[in-house]
């Protein structure tokens, strides 16, 4: 394999990962909040859980975010880019 292969694998393999957490911790957060019986007062420790899901949740957006859309846009084989620099320089 090429190196711009592996490199693909490994973002589409870092990718599912971070997709599969995400959704796991989101409907876990949505089932605990939705199907479990909760007190009238909430707990300490139930309100620092949902603190740190929601951090975690919001970190890991941005982190999907970011791995896919920085490596969609700098990952382009080396033809290509050679193709586009010259359709630049014939279009100035």
């Known amino acids: ?3 711009e292969q592996i490199h693909a694998r490994l973002i589409l ?10 959704a796991f911790s989101v ?6 909040l939705v199907f479990v019986t909760q007190p009238m007062k909430q707990a300490p420790n139930d309100a620092a859980f949902i603190d740190l899901v929601t951090t975690l949740t919001v970190f890991l957006t941005g982190s999907l975010a970011g791995v896919l859309a920085g490596n ?10 050679e193709e586009l620099l010259d359709e630049s320089k014939e279009v100035e």
Request: proline share 7%; hydrophobic share 60%; charged share 15%.
């Open 13 to 22: 393999i870092i990718g599912l990962v971070l997709a599969v957490v995400f």
């Open 72 to 81: 969609g846009l700098k990952s382009k084989p080396k033809d290509i880019q």
């Open 27 to 32: 409907f876990a957060l949505l089932y605990a």
């Open 1 to 3: 394999m090429t190196p």
